[in-house]
Nanobody, 122 residues
Framework: QVQLVESGGGSVQAGGSLRLSCAAS????????MAWFRQAPGKEREAVAF???????SYADSVKGRFTISKDNAKTTLYLQMNSLKPEDTAMYYC????????????????WGHGTQVTVSS
């Protein structure tokens, strides 16, 4: 069973930075497709960034140029570097995995962490 644990959230001023981490276990990490999602109060969960086996990445338009997704296979950890944070980025951020690495089909990301809160004040 895939186990994902997020960390690194917190409260920052607009323009600040945070790095989120997602520690994975229970799977062959290098074979995973992984993603970061976020959900703000009263809003639907949305995909923020994907990283797949070939190393390709994809980002939501709202975070392009500000966020970077990466992973360290040796540490079995996924990261999300968030720079130039905006109040609109305030949300619970979730790590998710698709063990069969189908790509960026969000329907396949069935394994989730419990989230880490990011709050950006103006």
């Amino acid at each position: 069973q895939v186990q994902l644990v997020e960390s690194g959230g917190g409260s920052v001023q607009a323009g600040g930075s945070l790095r989120l981490s997602c520690a994975a276990s229970g799977v062959i990490f290098s074979g995973l497709c992984m993603a970061w999602f976020r959900q703000a109060p009263g809003k639907e969960r949305e995909a923020v960034a994907f990283i797949i086996r070939a190393g390709s990445t994809s980002y939501a338009d709202s975070v392009k140029g500000r966020f970077t997704i990466s992973k360290d296979n040796a540490k079995t950890t996924l990261y999300l570097q968030m720079n130039s944070l905006k109040p609109e980025d305030t949300a619970m951020y979730y790590c998710a995995a698709d063990p069969w690495c189908s790509g960026m089909d969000i329907r396949k990301y069935n394994y989730w962490g419990h989230g880490t809160q990011v709050t950006v004040s103006s």
